[in-house]
């Protein structure tokens, strides 16, 4: 951010006229509201989502563009967010690299990675040949939205993906995974950097294709200490930011458990940082400094309290978040499945309610 001639930062640019509140709020621009989306917003909660899941299996709800754009949508039918983020799955563009995965429920690598040579064998991303399916779910989704609804594309990071590729599915601890940075921390790196080049090719092709934001999920950042994160993670980031910065839009970056991990983003090449519930919002604005804008963070549990219970709780995110530019409103983490559809009503309302000054 600029600085005046007192040395004091610049205000912030107003939003263009126009410019829907999500996208303003990614650029630390004023908004008429605070804007809100849920991360997973599309799914498992809502009866209509359900309804269709009982008649199709997982995999065929991601790859047939019809059913993930209506998915997709579902949830802009019934309350007025202020994005939309695409129905798809973090494990879909390495099912594009040849990746055998079967779901039961989580994600289950059938040859886990363990060795430099399956490393050499991985083979480049090409979205328009790998994921078309995935990109015509993008125009299908920017034809369906209501006006000024920005879609958000996004990918699961670099590590994140390398934690399911080497241990080969769910896990607590990804003790295999986080040992073979250890071992092979040369292989590893190459893993990395690999996973990091077919993301950026990933996300690439979802802004050309429409999306309007890009979001980068690392969802289990928490399991590295500050050390091994930049040693590993953070470069693998930065290449994926580096080269995404051609897309002209918002890029986001959600570290999940990161609260060890914020001063080492502070510099990263993003918009929007991703914060999950356990952090303190109003300390991560303050270590990451003027230049982000910041997403979150409520408790996704805080939405099974009373009406009032709930009020009181956004009300703690608003206040840590503060009145300047740049907070989008979200959850720490993915809506539960069990959530009342009717209290992300009362949240989204209420937000919007709240007024931005």
Request: hydrophobic residues 50%; contains cysteine.
């Amino acid at each position: 951010m600029a600085a005046d001639l007192s040395g004091a930062p610049a205000a912030p640019a107003a939003a263009a006229a126009g410019t829907p509140a999500f996208l303003a709020a990614c650029q630390r621009q004023p908004t008429s509201h605070r804007p809100v989306w849920i991360m997973r917003q599309a799914g498992r909660y809502l009866p209509e989502y359900r309804a269709l899941r009982a008649r199709v299996d997982f995999e065929a709800l991601t790859r047939t563009p019809e059913l993930a754009a209506e998915v997709t949508l579902q949830p802009l039918r019934r309350f007025p967010l202020d994005a939309a983020i695409l129905f798809s799955d973090i494990m879909t563009p390495l099912q594009g690299m040849g990746v055998e995965i079967t779901f039961a429920p989580g994600p289950v690598v059938r040859d886990p990675i363990r060795s430099e040579a399956q490393i050499e064998a991985l083979p480049q991303l090409v979205p328009q040949r790998d994921v078309p399916f995935v990109l015509k779910t993008v125009e299908l989704v920017r034809a369906g939205l209501p006006q000024g609804v920005p879609l958000i594309g996004f990918a699961g990071a670099p590590f994140t993906l390398l934690c399911y590729l080497v241990c080969g599915k769910p896990s607590k601890e990804f003790a295999p995974a986080r040992s073979f940075l250890y071992q092979q921390p040369q292989a590893a790196q190459r893993l990395l950097t690999h996973l990091a080049d077919a993301m950026a090719q990933y996300l690439a092709a979802q802004a050309a294709a429409g999306a309007q934001a890009l979001m980068l999920f690392e969802s289990w950042a928490g399991l590295l200490g500050p050390r091994e994160y930049r040693q590993f993670a953070l470069p693998a980031v930065r290449r994926v930011m580096a080269s995404l910065r051609a897309a002209g839009v918002p890029l986001i970056y959600y570290m999940n458990q990161g609260s060890a991990l914020t001063s080492a983003v502070a510099d990263l090449d993003a918009d929007v940082i991703g914060v999950d519930w356990r952090s303190d919002l109003a300390q991560v604005r303050k270590e990451l400094g003027a230049g982000k804008a910041v997403q979150g963070n409520l408790d996704p549990a805080a939405l099974f309290a009373a009406p009032q219970e709930l009020r009181r709780h956004v009300d703690a995110v608003l206040a840590a978040a503060g009145d300047a530019p740049g907070h989008i409103f979200n959850l720490g983490h993915g809506i539960w499945p069990d959530t009342d559809p009717d209290a992300v009503a009362r949240l989204v309302d209420y937000v919007h309610e709240r007024r931005q000054s």
